[in-house]
């Protein structure tokens, strides 16, 4: 059997197997992506834990406004060839929070570096400011953090990212899953199939554990105060 994190990479299994048993983590549509049938009963031979709700990403955008409510505008940072539904999954949810936020969403599609460049930069540069990041969960936007999180912090822009390493590793905001938990609960799915139970029969579940972290020295870069309420919120600190 296959232990497996992240959509390219299941698809890319799944274009290889139907009769392997596939467990999978960090997938966000596993239907839409059809690798299952549905959440309840996959019925082929994959089956596993996704890195989030649809919603999330309204929340996110709801996070960044919190922390910096003189926010006008939001982009969503994310790759169309390596996110869930080419970047339409985040969308919806990432749109309607805006309308109540009463700030403006925008998509800033990337590729490459030059494109993270250019979108952070255009954010940065608009008319009065204001300008916020949201940063998608996806292959592309982990292995190129780094210059993400450098650029937004260069461009003092409240942002927000998807994982703890993130923050971690200099951004201002994480919220998200715990990514070791899912490696701890698939590991009883892959038991369970060792010891004969089928993949396809067991339901593909949804994450259990979020956290928020926030980064106290980021947010003295980027000039922003972190709200009491929301450090109250966070289950870590970075001082």
């Known amino acids: 059997m296959i232990l497996a994190a992240t959509t390219p990479v299941v698809r890319a299994l799944l274009q290889e197997t139907r009769t392997i048993p596939v467990v999978f983590i960090s997938v966000s549509d596993p239907v839409g992506d059809a690798f299952v ?5 996959p019925s082929g031979n994959a089956t596993g834990f996704t890195n989030l709700e649809r919603s999330l990403s309204g929340k996110w955008l709801e996070l960044v406004k919190e922390l910096a409510p003189s926010v006008t505008h939001v982009a969503a940072l994310f790759n169309p060839a390596t996110s869930a539904g080419r970047g339409a ?53 982990v292995v190129n953090r780094a210059r993400i999180i450098a650029l937004a912090a260069s461009k003092r822009l ?42 396809g029969e067991l339901p593909v579940q949804a994450p259990a554990k979020f956290e928020l972290v926030i980064n106290q020295r980021t947010a003295a870069t980027v000039g922003v105060k972190v709200p009491p309420t929301l450090l109250a919120r966070a289950d870590d600190v970075i001082e």
């Open 37 to 41: 049938n549905s959440l309840s009963r």
């Open 158 to 199: 409240p942002a927000v990212y998807p994982y703890r390493y993130f923050a971690q590793e200099g951004g201002l905001m994480a919220y998200g899953i715990d990514l070791s938990d899912q490696y701890r609960r698939a590991a009883r799915y892959v038991h369970r199939i060792i010891r004969g139970e089928p993949a």
């Open 89 to 141: 999954y985040y969308w919806p949810p990432f749109e309607a929070a805006a309308s109540w936020s009463s700030v403006q969403a925008l998509q800033a599609p990337v590729q490459n570096e030059n494109d993270i460049e250019r979108h952070i930069a255009e954010l940065a540069s608009k008319p009065n400011s204001g300008g916020g990041l949201a940063v998608m969960p996806d292959v592309f936007t």
